[in-house]
């Protein structure tokens, strides 16, 4: 059994693209079934592109609440917009954090008839040009880099585990296209004296590939090894960080490992902290347990000389019953009530039979 881990491995895409790709492969190998977590630097995103990523990202905070609660979530039967801060909680603890969700450009193709599940596709709501002068564009601009990646990313993950590059094609391609979404959170710094330190508590990611840009310099993320003990992943300056999420764990019969990670307040008197998680979307009419993945022996033995994956989490178990659509929708459903009281109201009923909770939950 390998040592548990006590640093995130930093991978190098570049190398993925010469004659240095199998070193790649292999430490993208090690990564994934003994960490569940990376960082990946010198990418095809442009460093330009990161950069207005980062200047843009505070400007739709600082709106007026009144501007920010106009683009508020309610108001959208995607799920796409702004949330306060404070309106969540994940596994129970308040998340301390204010959050915008954005996604690719999309249309929504849902009619009368069509699976409900189908609606969540859908535009987002953005802020009014000017009140945020080129926000849609930079983080459209954005959302689609780091979707192209994230499609590249996943045939890298095939071939690393002995897979054909394509295998996976079939979880992202469809009649419909995935619908990719980030969302930018913002974490104020830490009150002095404060006895709770708590941006989002520990979870796993639902799908399949999470990119996390840190898009200021304070720690905050923290990922759990096998021991139990949280080894910190500080930013590094044009990378992102890269998890494995429940879904692509199950669909790998547990090759590749999810692992549980947890984001603190950043320092008393350090400013906000900004990140943007990115999560790669799935056709949703796949259902993962549909999908037998044809894995070499060697990969198989590797994995069952490993310790059992470490997962506790009953965070989005939909995803081993029902289709990737129907699973993202109950856990939109269950993180957003006030949305599905809106939109989903069957939805709203079976998941909240005594009405609306004080704070919604999350994983
Ligand atoms: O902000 C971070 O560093 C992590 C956030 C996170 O894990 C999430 O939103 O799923
Ligand atoms: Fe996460």
Same mark, same amino acid.
């Given at each position: ?146 979707? +192209?990646? =994230?499609?590249? *990313? $996943? ?7 002995? /897979?054909?590059?394509?295998? &996976? %094609? ?102 906000? +902290?900004? =990140?943007?998680? *990115? $999560? ?7 259902? /993962?347990?549909?999908?037998? &993945? %044809? ?69």
């Amino acid at each position: 059994m390998p040592a548990s881990f006590q640093s995130i491995p930093v991978l190098d895409y570049s190398l993925a693209l010469g004659p240095e790709k199998p070193v790649f492969l292999s430490q993208l190998r090690h990564a994934l079934m003994n960490v569940g977590f990376l960082y990946l630097t010198n990418t095809s995103v442009p460093n330009s592109l990161v950069d207005q990523v980062r200047e843009m990202s505070p400007k739709f905070f600082d709106l007026s609440q009144e501007k920010k609660d106009a683009l508020g979530m309610v108001h959208s039967p995607h799920f796409m917009g702004y949330s306060r801060f404070a309106t969540q909680m994940t596994k129970g603890i308040v998340d301390q954090r204010e959050q915008f969700e954005f996604c690719v450009p999309y249309e929504c193709r849902w009619k009368e008839g069509d699976p409900l599940y189908m609606r969540v596709w859908g535009p987002c709501q953005w802020p009014a040009e000017e009140d945020v002068p080129n926000f849609q564009h930079v983080f459209t601009e954005y959302g689609l880099a780091i979707s +192209r990646l =994230s499609t590249h *990313f $996943l045939e890298l993950i095939c071939e690393s585990v002995g /897979l054909a590059p394509n295998a &996976l %094609d079939p979880f992202l391609k469809d009649t419909v296209e995935p619908c990719h979404r980030g969302k930018i959170a913002k974490y104020p710094d830490t009150v002095p004296g404060s006895d709770s330190d708590n941006g989002v508590a520990p979870h796993f990611d639902p799908d399949f590939l999470t990119f996390l840009m840190q898009v200021t310099d304070q720690p905050g993320l923290q990922v759990q090894n096998q021991d139990g003990d949280w080894i910190p992943a500080p930013p590094i300056p044009y990378s992102w960080v890269v998890n494995i999420g429940r879904a692509l764990n199950t669909v790998t019969k547990n090759v590749v490992l999810a692992t549980s990670h947890k984001a603190l307040l950043p320092p008393p008197g350090t400013g906000a +902290r900004y =990140s943007i998680p *990115f $999560l790669q979307g799935l056709n949703p009419h796949i259902r /993962l347990s549909d999908y037998e &993945l %044809d894995f070499p022996p060697e990969i198989i033995a590797l994995r069952d000389a490993r310790d059992g994956n470490n997962i506790d989490s009953a965070n989005y178990a939909e995803f081993e019953t029902s289709c990737a659509g129907e699973a993202n929708l109950v856990g939109r459903v269950k993180t957003h009530p006030e949305v599905a009281e809106r939109f989903y109201p069957e939805y709203f009923a079976k998941y909240f039979p005594n009405g609306m909770p004080v704070q919604a939950s999350a994983y």
